[in-house]
């Protein structure tokens, strides 16, 4: 009798974890529900200064806001000759799809190495390679090594270094708010879905129609003294 007891104590245990990692039996990885809490409440991102192209550093909240547009993000390093390929590849076709429907001044991307070896020249010569309309799409960097652990891990982003200076990571699409908020997670392999939520983000009222990136922040400047 013990024995069942027992075995019933661990079942109803066990359960209790799969309960809390499928968030309710109503997905089937821990991943899945980590999405889920974030489309219910997106989550802010950690303030971190990014390199640009041209030499600059800036803070990335800070460039999200005086820009205006819903973001959708990607991780990446230019020394990747296999999923940052792909990953660019998709990433062309939403550029070219935002552009398409019209969508430029709603939605932008934006593409972050993680590999603190990338210098501008670096991200400069990769946009050109993958065909990135700098009005469109930005690449950046870490501009401090050290927050870059904190921003990965909200953004789910594992990175483990590999052999001859490479890395394996995971990737995704990540659509982020001019507020600096993380709002939704899809899978790289469905780039459509993810300029839909980036589209729905944008209309609900995050950024007008037809507004122009920045302009909402310099007309709140305007009459001031």
């Known amino acids: 009798m013990r024995w069942i007891l027992a075995l019933a104590v661990a079942l109803a245990a066990g359960l209790g974890a799969l309960y809390g990692l499928t968030d309710g ?3 089937l990885t821990a991943e899945a ?33 005086r820009d205006g547009r819903i973001a959708i993000v990607n991780f990446f390093y230019t020394r990747c ?14 550029q070219r799809a935002i552009v398409e429907h ?22 400069s ?5 993958m065909n990135a309309d700098p009005a469109v799409w930005q690449f950046l960097s870490f501009a401090q090594p050290a927050q870059r652990d904190a921003a990965l891990d ?10 001859l200076g490479e890395f394996e990571h995971n990737a995704a699409f990540h659509i982020v708010t001019p507020d600096g908020r993380l709002a939704r997670v899809l899978d790289l392999d469905d780039p459509g879905l993810a300029l839909l939520a980036a589209k729905d983000e944008a209309e609900r009222g995050l950024v007008p129609a037809g507004a122009v990136p920045g302009e909402p922040e310099r007309r709140a400047g305007e009459g001031r003294t």
């Open 25 to 27: 039996f109503t997905v």
């Open 33 to 65: 529900a980590r999405r889920q809490d974030v489309a219910r409440n997106p989550r802010p991102i950690p303030a971190v200064q990014v390199l640009y192209g041209d030499g600059r550093i800036q803070s990335l909240n800070q460039d999200l806001r």
């Open 81 to 94: 000759l296999s999923l940052c390929l792909v990953q660019g590849s998709l990433t062309e076709r939403l």
């Open 102 to 123: 019209g969508l430029q001044d709603r939605i932008r991307l934006i593409s972050i190495s993680f590999d603190p070896r990338e210098r501008p020249s670096d991200l």
């Open 125 to 129: 010569r990769y946009a050109v390679r």
């Open 154 to 163: 909200l953004f789910g982003i594992t990175v483990v270094p590999a052999p």
